[in-house]
């Protein structure tokens, strides 16, 4: 899942396929919450994550730095602020793997039911990667 930076487009490019996830998993939330928006919000917040790993590998990058896991990546960003303290991260990657096993359809109305805050952590991360690249 996680790419090596020689692999990695430029950040900038990263933040706005970020910025189209962001924006079609909030349209997503607005749905009925039926079994297919449902299913359709789960297979966007699985783009968002891929995509926000790869934006902050590609952020470390840009530091000299690297990550090659999301738990090293979301590590990394919270060391760097990218991210606020004290969430938990190693929940959000739970839940993103337990998409990919047996249970997924059972956990479905659990994940589906964190979106929203989420999203919101996701879109802090994006805007503070925004920050750091045009300082860049």
């Given at each position: 899942?996680?790419?090596?930076?020689?692999?990695?487009?430029p950040?900038?490019i990263l933040?706005?396929?970020?910025d189209?996830?962001l924006?079609?998993?909030q349209?997503?939330?607005?749905?009925?919450p039926?079994?297919?928006?449902?299913d359709a919000a789960l297979q966007r917040?699985?783009?968002?994550?891929?995509?926000?790993?790869?934006?902050?590998?590609?952020?470390?990058?840009?530091i000299?730095?690297?990550?090659?896991?999301?738990?090293?990546?979301?590590?990394?960003?919270e060391r760097k602020?990218?991210?606020?303290g004290?969430?938990?991260?190693?929940?959000i990657?739970?839940d993103?793997?337990?998409?990919?096993?047996d249970?997924?359809q059972?956990?479905?109305?659990a994940?589906?039911a964190?979106l929203?805050?989420?999203?919101?952590?996701?879109?802090t991360?994006?805007?503070?990667?925004s920050?750091?690249?045009?300082?860049s």
């Amino acid at each position: 899942m996680t790419a090596t930076p020689e692999e990695l487009p430029p950040l900038n490019i990263l933040l706005n396929q970020l910025d189209w996830n962001l924006q079609w998993l909030q349209q997503m939330e607005k749905n009925e919450p039926t079994d297919y928006f449902r299913d359709a919000a789960l297979q966007r917040f699985e783009f968002t994550f891929n995509t926000a790993v790869k934006c902050i590998q590609g952020a470390a990058r840009q530091i000299q730095d690297s990550c090659d896991s999301p738990e090293k990546c979301f590590a990394l960003a919270e060391r760097k602020e990218w991210v606020p303290g004290g969430i938990p991260w190693k929940n959000i990657v739970e839940d993103f793997r337990s998409m990919k096993t047996d249970t997924a359809q059972e956990n479905a109305d659990a994940l589906f039911a964190k979106l929203t805050q989420y999203r919101e952590l996701f879109k802090t991360l994006f805007d503070r990667l925004s920050a750091l690249d045009a300082d860049s």
